[in-house]
């Protein structure tokens, strides 16, 4: 299995309350990614990175930030939680060379905004 | 944006029995994979396929890149209960590493 691991693992917070999501790996992957998973809409992207400090938005990016210091390590903040953003967060990894297409998951963060 | 078509969106099998799933899109795709994802995990990768027409095999599940470039297949022979799961399709277009994904296939399969 990849290395990566998500914190936490899962989460009650309340409508209007700042969250962060962490996810780190130990592959010294360059590409990490966020993605929200909802029922009828499967899989996707919030933001992803493509080294320390270069970051993108993706499809669903509004109400989101993210940040990346370190290569291990890949923040996903919440700005102001809403209840559209309960979910089930998935962080993943690829390479920049060889198959950069084939990302792994973590296992993801589910979060619950009352 | 692009967008991939699943289908089935479930199915129920006996045990032993083969079962196909496929995915289709409007546009040309470069990348095909196949990914499982269990209850309350992330989904693992199974198969990446690269060229139109290849044809992989990983144990029993084999995949293939549509000549066309806009479908997949993906087939599981003789299916057992650890089968059960959600299987994803997901590809990348033309100069892009953002995989978009279909909604999912959820297998079901029947002692």
């Known amino acids: 299995d990849a290395g990566i691991t998500q914190s936490p693992r899962h989460k009650v917070t309340e409508t209007g309350t700042p969250v962060t999501l962490r996810c780190h790996q130990t592959?010294?992957?360059?590409?990490m990614y966020w993605y929200r998973q909802d029922p009828g809409h499967g899989l996707r992207l919030i933001h992803y990175s493509y080294g320390v400090k270069d970051t993108d938005k993706g499809e669903v990016s509004d109400g989101y930030s993210v940040s990346r210091s370190k290569t291990e390590d890949f923040l996903l903040t919440l700005e102001s939680a809403t209840s559209s953003q309960t979910s089930v967060y998935f962080c993943?990894?690829?390479?920049?060379?060889?198959?950069?297409?084939?990302?792994?998951f973590g296992p993801g963060t589910r979060l619950t905004v009352t | 944006g692009q967008q991939l078509n699943q289908s089935p969106q479930s199915m129920f099998i006996q045990e032993g029995e083969d079962v196909s799933m496929n995915c289709t899109s409007s546009?040309?795709?470069?990348?095909w994979l196949w990914y499982k994802q269990d209850p309350g995990e992330g989904p693992v990768l199974l198969i990446a396929?690269?060229?139109?027409?290849e044809l992989t095999s990983n144990g029993r599940l084999t995949a293939q890149f549509g000549i066309t470039r806009k479908d997949s297949f993906l087939n599981i022979s003789a299916s057992i209960p650890s089968d059960v799961g959600i299987y994803f399709c997901a590809g990348t277009g033309a100069g892009s590493y953002q995989l978009t994904f279909g909604k999912g296939t959820k297998l079901s399969v029947i002692p």
């Open positions: 592959e010294n992957h360059r590409y």
């Open positions: 396929l690269y060229k139109a027409g």
């Open positions: 993943a990894i690829s390479e920049s060379t060889g198959r950069p297409y084939e990302q792994y």
């Open positions: 546009s040309i795709f470069n990348t």
